[in-house]
């Protein structure tokens, strides 16, 4: 069964770092785009950081120059590298691959900033 299983999650004091690993079943991973998106308490869902499978990425302006994301083809995993954390990037952080038929999610991860 496809699945994306993430890691990497947890609590930062605020300009620290984490890396975000998302590693998906590799009939899933080589035809499909995969995502970062986040959801803070009391918001809806937003797309964090996108990159498509010829390697295009695209960010929310507010994570630019921030966070980068990459796919490693080989090992069929996506990651997201999040520097200079702010406390409003406290969310739960959930993969996604995305395709023609739909988006198939990870079942997130918490990361929290403390100020």
């Known amino acids: 069964q496809a699945q994306l299983v993430e890691s990497g999650g947890g609590l930062v004091q605020a300009g620290g770092s984490l890396r975000l690993s998302c590693a998906a079943s590799?009939?899933?991973?080589?035809?499909?785009?995969m995502a970062w998106y986040r959801q803070a308490t009391w918001k809806q869902r937003e797309l964090v950081a996108r990159?498509?499978?010829?390697?295009?990425?695209n960010y929310k302006d507010s994570v630019k120059g921030r966070f980068t994301i990459a796919r490693d083809n080989v090992k069929n995993t996506v990651y997201l590298q999040m520097n200079s954390l702010k406390p409003e990037d406290t969310a739960v952080y959930y993969c996604?691959?995305?395709?023609?038929?739909?988006?198939?999610w990870g079942q997130g991860t918490q990361v929290t900033v403390s100020s």
């Open positions: 990159i498509t499978r010829g390697g295009s990425t």
């Open positions: 590799g009939s899933i991973f080589s035809i499909h785009d």
């Open positions: 996604a691959a995305e395709g023609a038929l739909g988006t198939l």
